[in-house]
């Protein structure tokens, strides 16, 4: 049974400066975990999810953290701009400086933490982003239709219960932002979010 990935070693981080907590020591150690309490992916993330609030101080009526990998500064700072209207939370590599509310730059994004996270934006340009890291670690790509994995990514279908992601067809900020709404409008239903989350962690 494939989690995480071969490489996934779960870290609780506990500070910016390397001050770290073994979680589970191992993949398998992880999986006799799961396998004895019973406990889903979903319930591993949402408490991975808290340790992100409390290391980057984001509140804790925050539903989703993302991560955003936009190069171009003004379809980056649109995309931000709308993530925190609706009440969603980023850490934006590469950014520089963010005056944007919850909305916090990082030079890169440790792969212990990626498992807290929910959703990533990437416009196949931007470099440090590995997408079959991010979701093997249960993260929903909202990304360009076209990219290196067009073949094993489809828009998510609620109705038919397929698909692992959200695409955009063209480059506007208004394309991609609004991939980020219909994400946020799937995840309010628990079944789609499920089916969605076991999607998403079966691609690769």
């Not at 991560?67 to 709308?82: T, Y």
């Amino acid at each position: 049974m494939e989690i995480f990935g071969e490489s996934f070693i779960g870290v609780v981080v506990y500070g910016y400066r390397g001050k770290t907590q073994p979680f589970l020591s191992n993949k398998y150690s992880y999986l006799m975990e799961m396998n004895k309490e019973k406990t889903s992916i979903r319930e591993i993330k949402q408490m991975a999810k808290k340790n992100l609030q409390s290391i980057y101080s984001f509140p804790k009526t925050i539903n989703s953290l993302g991560i955003i990998a936009i190069k171009d500064p003004e379809k980056r700072k649109f995309v931000l701009e709308g993530i925190a209207a609706i009440g969603l939370g980023a850490l934006v590599i590469g950014g520089g400086s963010s005056d944007i509310m919850n909305i916090i730059s990082v030079e890169k994004v440790s792969q212990n933490e990626l498992v807290g996270f929910d959703f990533f934006i990437f416009d196949n340009e931007h470099e440090g982003i590995d997408v079959i890291q991010y979701m093997k670690a249960g993260i929903t790509p909202i990304m360009p239709e076209k990219n290196v994995f067009s073949g094993m990514l489809r828009e998510f279908n609620p109705m038919k219960f397929e698909g692992n992601g959200f695409f955009w067809n063209s480059d506007s900020p208004y394309c991609i932002f609004q991939k980020v709404v219909a994400y946020t409008e799937n995840i309010k239903f628990p079944e789609d979010r499920r089916v969605l989350l076991k999607n998403i962690t079966a691609t690769f």
